[in-house]
């Protein structure tokens, strides 16, 4: 008997991820840390909008991994749908259904949380991951970049905060999660002219997060809020940013080793992973060689 379970926590150690913080002791069966805690969300929904490419469609993979039914969205389906095509073929017990919607028009949020309620009764889990740049200054930027920053990082997380915990409510969810992908420019600001109104947006989300938490409070729910806030991830961003000089790109990310979009879905799923008393507030991760 002891040699069968020093078998099985050998198991576990070794299915581990490494750098993830247990939440639980080890216990005698063939499962991982991490699956055990996120056996309360198999079989829930989750919505993770911008989850065509890199880290959101990584961060949808990942809840799917772990068996939970998600919502992807965004403006073009063809890539949500190869990646729920692979999600399928690998076998993950969850499933990834892919939604189309322009974030920046209210009605169409609106619709997909109807649409939603009608296929799937409702949101559990709101992870608000879409978000977008414009190298546009505040001494020389365009009005029409800078309403674009808005609509997608501020009013539409907004709009989806709202219908999400209206979804919950209205299905006495009450432990439910709200997450805000936010970044490191959330918290402080890079003597950058090219990101300033950039950084304005995900203050703002520092805000928002913060906020929601404390009118979660009021309204005596449990539902959580978490803002996660990333330095330099190697994704498809600096080279959208930079999209008419493509040499700076390419420098964003060869002077450093770079986050990798799994380490934020990482993130996500360890801030789903607290138990239900937990509230992670803020998560902050940057690549150990980045500066500032």
Known sequence: MGRLRAAQLRTIKNRCSPGFLCLLPCLPVVKTCREAVMDRWKGRVALVTGASVGIGATIAKELVRYGMTVVGCARSLDKIQALAAECKSAGLSGVLIPMKCDLTNAEDIQSMFAAIKAQHKGVDVCINNAGLAHPDSLLSGKTSAWKNMLDVNVMALSICTREAYQSMKERNV????????????????????DIHFYTAT?????????????????????????????????????????????????????????????????????????????QVGDVVLRPVEQEM
Do not use: M, W
């Open 202 to 278: 995900k203050y703002a989300v520092s805000a928002l997060t913060e906020g929601l938490r404390q009118e979660l409070r009021e309204a005596k729910t449990h539902i959580r809020a978490t803002s996660i806030s990333p330095g330099i991830v190697e994704t498809e961003f600096a080279h959208r940013f930079y999209s008419e000089s493509p040499d700076k790109a390419t420098a964003t990310y060869n002077h450093l080793k770079a986050l990798e979009a799994i380490d934020v879905a990482n993130a996500v799923v360890y801030v789903l992973s607290a138990p239900p008393h937990v």
């Open 174 to 193: 009450d432990d439910g999660h709200i997450i805000n992908l936010n970044s490191i420019c959330g918290h402080i600001v890079i003597n950058s002219g």
